[in-house]
C-alpha cells in the first residue's frame, strides 16, 4: 500500500519505505501539510504534527473562536491568498467581478493505480501499474463552482513523488486564471541552503549555492524557453549536507517554457516552496465546464546527500522519463559536421568526411546546418525545408544513401520553430511570423518565431520534418531552436486569451515532437537550443539526449557536465570531440582530454577527419573502440561526483555498474602547479570493498576498500626536475581508468 488514508482524520500518507508525505484537511477545509521526508511507520493519527499557535496582533484568523487557526501560521499544500495567509498563493484566479478571493474545500479523493497521463504535455510514466499509486484529492470552490484536483504520485522504486494540479470551470461564468503552480510545499524550517544550476550561453549549468534569508528567493525564466540562464530545477539542502551524506529535496519542473521555483522563508522562518508556470505574462481564460492541466514537478528526497539525490533522479528519468527503444538501446557514436565545415560545403565534401569518419569506427552521420532552401548562412531559407539543390545537386536521398553504403547512418538538423525573413516561406506567409501589431519586430540570429500556438503552422512544419524522415530513411534528428520569443502575441488569439501565448505555444512545440515521435518511433532525436537553453525533463519525455551546450573546450565542459549531472542521467548529455583552438574559447587541449571528457555522455566528434594527422587518426580509433567498450555501463551505472570544478583546480567522477563489478573513472587537472605533492590518491565511491579489480594498464589488483578509502594512485607528475621519469605535466591533465572485478 503506497497510498495509506486515515479516514476519520482525513490524513494522506503517501509511502514505500524510502520517504513519508503526509498532509491533512484542516477545519477550514483546506489542506495542511504534516510531513514530507525519511519514512516513518504508519500510525492512525498524525495530528500531533500541526500545531496552531496563537498569531501576533497584527495576524488575521477565520475564525472568531479560534484565534490560534490562521493560514498565516499554518503549513499548507496550495495555498490561496486573502484568506488571513499573506504570503505568494499556488493559486490565483480572478473572476468577471475583478474579486480574486478563493476558497477550495476539501470534497473527496481517489486512489487509482499506476499514473494517468497528462494531456498535451510531457510527463513521467509507468509501464507496470504496481510501479506506482496516483492519489487524487478533489477540492471545490462552491461559490465559484470551480473543481481542483491536487495530483499526488508515488513510485514504488525511490525516493519519488510528483505532483501537478488541474482545475475545471464547472460554473456558468468565464474565469481567469493567473496561477497555477505545480506544486507547492511549506517546511517548518528555513535551515537550508538552496541549490540551483544558472549560468548563459555556452557556460550554462553552473552550480550555485547561496544560504535562505528571510523573503523570497527564485530562480526563472520568461523567455519562452526553460534557458541557458537558470534551468527549472532547484534543491534544499540542510548547511551540513555533502555530498554522500545529509538530508536534500530535489524539485524539477517537467516543463520547457516560462518557469517559477521559488522559495519563500516568512517572518516564522517557515520556508515555503513553490514550483509552476511563471505568473509573469501568464493568464487562461477558462470558459464554462473547460479545464487546465498543469504540468508535472518532480520532487526528490535523499538522505545521502547531494549524489544520492542525483542517483535518484537519473533512474527515476532512465526508467520512467525517456521512452522508446532508446531507453535501454546504445546511442550511435557520431560525427557533425558544423565545426568541420559551418556552411560551406557540397555533396562530394561530405561523402569524404563520412568515408574518412566510416574508417574511424564512427557509427553516425549528420548533416548539420546549411542542407535546405539557399542555406548559405544564417540570414536566410530557415522555413524552407528541401533540399538546397546547388549544394546538393542530387539531393538527400542520394547523400543519405551514399553514407549508409560506408557502413553510417545518417542523420540531419533542422530548427522547426523558427523562420527567416528570407525565405519563400516568410514570402508566403509573412503573418505565421510572431509579432505584436504595430510594434517593431526583434531578430534573433537572423531569424524570427513561427507561431506555434496556431495548429495550421504546426501541421505544415509536421509534413515537411515527415516527408523527409520518410525520403532519406532518417536515423537521427537534431531540433535546434536558437533564440527566445520576442513580441510574443498570436494573432490566433483574442484579446483576453494572449496571455496564453507561451503556454499554447510550448503545447504547439510537444505536439509537433509527439506527432514525430510517434510515427517515427526509431528515429533518435537530439534537442538542441542553442546548446542548452531547453535542457530539461520536459524535453527528454520526447527526446533521450540534448546538445549540452555549444561549448564544447573540454575544460568549460568539466563544470558544464558536473553541474548538469546534480540532476540529469549522464548518457542524456550530447558530449563531443571537437577542434582546437576551440571555437568557443580558442584554448588548445590534447585529443586525449578531449575525449576523457566528452566519454561521460552520448560521445562524438565536431570537427574535419580529413584533417587529423595518420597519429591522431589512430588515437581516434582507439578513442571509439574504449567507448563501444564503456557506453552500456555509462548508461546504466551509477554516477559518482568525486573532486568538484567549483572548488578545485582538479574534477573527478565515476559510473559504478549496478552490481558493482565494472566501474570508469574520470580525473582532470586543469592548470599545472609547481612542485606538486609527491603523491597524489583518487579516493572512489560506490565500489564492492571486498572485491578484487583490474585496473586497465595497470599491473596487479585492487581490493574495493583500498581504492576508496586509501585511493587510486595518479601517476607520477613533473615537479620541476624529474622529466626523465615524470609521466604528465602541463595544463589540462586528464585520465580514465577503467575498473573490473577480477
Known sequence: MLVRVNEENKQFHLTNGKISYIFHVMKNGHLGHLYYGKALTHREDFSRFQSYNIPTPSSCHPYEDDPAFSLETVRQEFPVYGQTDFREPAISIRQLDGSHISHFQYKTYRILEGKPVLEGLPATFVEKKDEATTLQVILEDTKQKLILTLNYTIFSSGPVITRSSHIINAGEESVYLERMMAGSIDFASCEFEMVQLSGAWSRERHLKERRLVMGIQSISSIRGASSHQHNPFLALKRPTTSEESGEVYGFNFVYSSNFLAQVEVDHYETARVMVGIHPFRFEWKLDTHQSFQSPEVVMVYS??????????????YRNHLIRSVWKTKDRPILINNWEATYFDFNEDKLLEIAKEASQLGIELFVLDDGWFGKRDDDTTSLGDWWENNEKLPYGLEHVAKKIRENGMEFGLWFEPEMISPKSELFLEHPDWAIETPNRHASLGRNQRVLDFTRGEIVTYIYKKMAAIIKKTNLSYVKWDMNRY???AYSAALSADQQGE????YILGVYKLYQQLTEEFPNVLFESCAGGGGRFDPGMFYYAPQAWTSDNTDAVERLKIQYGTSLVYPIYSMGSHVSAVPNHQTLRVTSLKTRANTAYFGTFGYELNPLELSDEEKQVVKHQVENYKQYRSLIREGDFYRLLSPFDNNETAWMIVSKDKREALV??????????????????????????DYAIEGKEGTYFGDELMFQGLSLSTEFNGVNKGVSERGGDYQSDVFHLKQV
Open 303 to 316: 538522505e545521502n546527500g547531494l549524489n544520492g539525490m542525483s542517483q535518484s533522479f537519473h533512474d527515476f
Open 485 to 487: 520569443v520576442t513580441e
Open 501 to 504: 501565448f507561451f503556454h499554447r
Open 666 to 691: 574520470g580525473w582532470y587537472k586543469v592548470l599545472a602547479a609547481p612542485n606538486p605533492r609527491k603523491q597524489t590518491n583518487l579516493l572512489l565511491k560506490g565500489l564492492n570493498e571486498k572485491a
